[in-house]
């Protein structure tokens, strides 16, 4: 079974991001079955944009048929393995703002480079 979690934050301002910006995260949890291979962890992620092309552009829409398709496919990954058991843990992460020099993205880096992700996302 999925557990689905949020991890919200606000992004300080940097070069893309002129204000503080809250940000969030979505991702979902399905346990391996193994207890000694459950802590090995697979990382699925995508991201969905919050922003238009022109990531100053308050104003309008996000462009949804282009921009989320990463979310979309992980989004059926997500749906299609979670009927199934793994020995491993499987995260499907979902970020905001990928390419807006910002920690959204910086949060798959960080639970790609260490076992802290996973301590995170089993403590919320």
């Given at each position: 079974?999925?557990?689905?979690?949020?991890?919200?934050?606000?992004?300080?301002?940097?070069?893309r991001v002129p204000q503080p910006t809250q940000l969030t995260?979505?991702?979902?949890?399905?346990?391996?079955?193994?207890?000694q291979a459950a802590s090995r962890i697979v990382l699925v992620?995508?991201?969905?944009?919050?922003?238009?092309?022109?990531?100053?552009?308050?104003?309008?829409?996000?462009?949804?048929?282009?921009?989320?398709?990463?979310?979309?496919?992980?989004?059926?990954?997500?749906?299609?393995?979670?009927?199934?058991?793994?020995?491993?843990?499987?995260?499907?992460?979902?970020?905001?703002?990928?390419?807006?020099?910002?920690?959204?993205?910086?949060?798959?880096?960080?639970?790609?480079?260490?076992?802290?992700?996973?301590?995170?996302?089993?403590?919320?």
């Amino acid at each position: 079974m999925l557990e689905v979690k949020t991890d919200t934050f606000t992004q300080e301002p940097v070069e893309r991001v002129p204000q503080p910006t809250q940000l969030t995260n979505v991702y979902a949890v399905l346990k391996g079955t193994d207890p000694q291979a459950a802590s090995r962890i697979v990382l699925v992620t995508g991201h969905y944009d919050s922003r238009v092309t022109d990531v100053l552009n308050f104003k309008d829409p996000p462009r949804a048929p282009t921009m989320t398709a990463a979310a979309r496919r992980e989004l059926e990954c997500a749906r299609v393995l979670s009927k199934l058991k793994f020995p491993a843990t499987i995260i499907f992460l979902t970020v905001a703002a990928k390419s807006r020099a910002c920690s959204a993205a910086d949060t798959s880096r960080k639970w790609r480079s260490s076992r802290a992700g996973h301590r995170r996302c089993a403590e919320q």
